[in-house]
């Protein structure tokens, strides 16, 4: 994505589905971005209801690593403006995990989106190698009941010719 001029740009990750009452996702992706620190920046969000509405994703969950490091500035007519974002230089790709809950439900769309202001934009932001995973319990098995051997006689000795 690449800033113009006190715009908005969004890249969205398809529906994916989790289990209800499961155990919690982990969204892993890798980022770099060059933008005009405080003033342009990126953020990723969350939908629950299959992309109608959007929330930032920390109102779902927190960074493991590579989070938001700054605050985008109020003036010059942002779309961001007051929110924490990633902002300035990430000097190269930086690899970003985040911890979800899932109590909310099976349809979520990720959306990461860019916000530039109406001045001087930087080279942009580039995401790639996105994984959403979800690690499950194992399920406890019965194990099947022993069997037991009928005990068998001891052959008695034959008799020696």
Known sequence: ???????????????????????????????????????????????????????????????VSGGYHGTISNCCGNPLAGREAWTGNSSGFITTMVNLGVTW?????????????????????RIDTVAITQCHKPVPTTPPPLRTSRPRPTPAPRPSP
């Open 105 to 125: 439900g099976p349809n979520m769309v990720l959306r990461w989106r860019m916000g530039s202001d109406n001045n001087v934009s930087g080279e942009g932001w």
């Open 1 to 63: 994505m690449i800033p113009q001029s006190s715009e908005i740009s969004s890249l969205f990750r398809q529906v994916f589905s989790v289990i209800e009452g499961g155990e919690p996702v982990q969204v892993t992706f890798r980022n770099n971005f060059n933008l005009q620190d405080g003033f342009d920046g990126g953020v990723l969000e969350l939908s629950t209801d299959g992309g109608n509405t959007f929330q930032d994703i920390l109102t779902f969950g927190s960074f």
